[in-house]
Each structure stands twice: as C-alpha cells, then as structure tokens.
C-alpha cells in the first residue's frame, strides 16, 4: 500500500496490455481508456510486446514468448516454437522491464489483458475481484491450477510472489469497438478499488 501526500491509502494497480503482439485487443482498449480518462489512478502499460504487436506475433524479437520467460521455479528450456521461454529465465528486455517496475511500485493487483479464451483467470487472492470482473464480461472465473505454464507471469507474480494477479481472455471475435463498454467498466471498478481500499 501506498501513503500519499494527503495522508490516504490507495492501493496500486497495473494494468498490462498486449503481452502477446498477436492479442491487439489490450493496447487498443488502454488507448482508448487514457483518452477518455487521462487522470487515471491505475498504472497502465498499454503494450509490453511491441515487436510483436507491430509484426502480428505472439513472441517477441528474438521469438521468446513472454508469458513463458519469467523466473519461476518451474522455468524450462523449451522447443523453439510459439510457447518458447528464452535462452533462460528473464533473458528477455520485456520481461526484466515488468520485473523492475514491480519491484519499484509494489502494486497490490495486477490486471493483464489476453485474447482469445473467454475466461477471467487469477493467481493469489484475487476471487473476489475476479468474481466481479467476470459478472460484467460474463465470462467464468478460472483459478489457475496445475496447468503447465512455465515461466508465466500468473506463476512469477500470483503464486510465487503472492501478488493478486487477473488475466483477462477477452473476446478474439467480438469487434474491438464492443468490447469498449465492459472493458471501461472493468478499469473503472479497479479504479474505485484503488481509491476506496482499506
Ligand atoms: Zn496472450
């Protein structure tokens, strides 16, 4: 938690967008929030793969997927296809860039947003928030279990370091323009969360 000048506790949140370059949905949504909304409590990191966004790639430059490259315990080296981890844990600039901004804000949940699935996931303590998320997408809740993710962000930063973590599978089908209206609401909730915490 966060004491600002004024003597109030908010809570920090980040929100991370297009961690894979081929799930355009999360840049353009955080774009679009900003323009409406450039007084934001939340922290925003509109596009983490930028190679990838700019050449329609799930992986970064050098073919990492990002998703798979953070130090976890259950890092492996993986074939080099679209799932691959890197040469070694946090090898990648994207990845070692999340780290250090987490490391220096401590945000108390994270929000990252994916494409295709449909389904509200979370890592660490975060149902609660997930359960209202998923009321305005209409999409399930998911606790992440057992599902083999080496080196995921969810894994590094939800259950191994206990930081409330969502991803959000949005719609790959629905037009971008639509998914506007829940996804404002979902960034706006998270900003009264920020405000109204403790
Ligand atoms: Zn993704």
Known sequence: MNKNLKGNVNSKILVIGCFH?????????????????PNTQLLFIPCLNEYGFIHNTRTNSNGVD????????????????????????????????????IEKNEPDLILTLHAPYK???????????????????????????????????GTWAGIERNLPTITLEL???????EL???????????????TNAI
């Open 21 to 37: 370059g081929d799930e355009p949905q999360g840049k353009y949504l955080i774009d679009e929030y900003l323009k409406i909304k």
């Open 66 to 101: 990002l998703n798979r490259n953070f130090p976890t315990k259950n890092w492996i080296l993986s074939e080099k296809d679209n799932f691959y981890g890197g040469e070694s844990p946090a090898s990648e600039e994207e990845t070692k860039f999340i780290i250090d901004i």
């Open 119 to 153: 389904v509200v996931n979370y890592d660490g303590n975060a149902e609660e928030i997930s359960e209202k998320i998923s009321e305005i997408m209409h999409y399930p809740v998911e606790k992440s279990i057992g599902y083999p993710t080496p080196g995921s962000f």
């Open 171 to 177: 719609d790959e089908e629905c037009p971008m323009e």
């Open 180 to 194: 506007k209206e829940p996804v404002f609401k979902v960034f706006e909730l998270l900003e009264n969360q920020s």
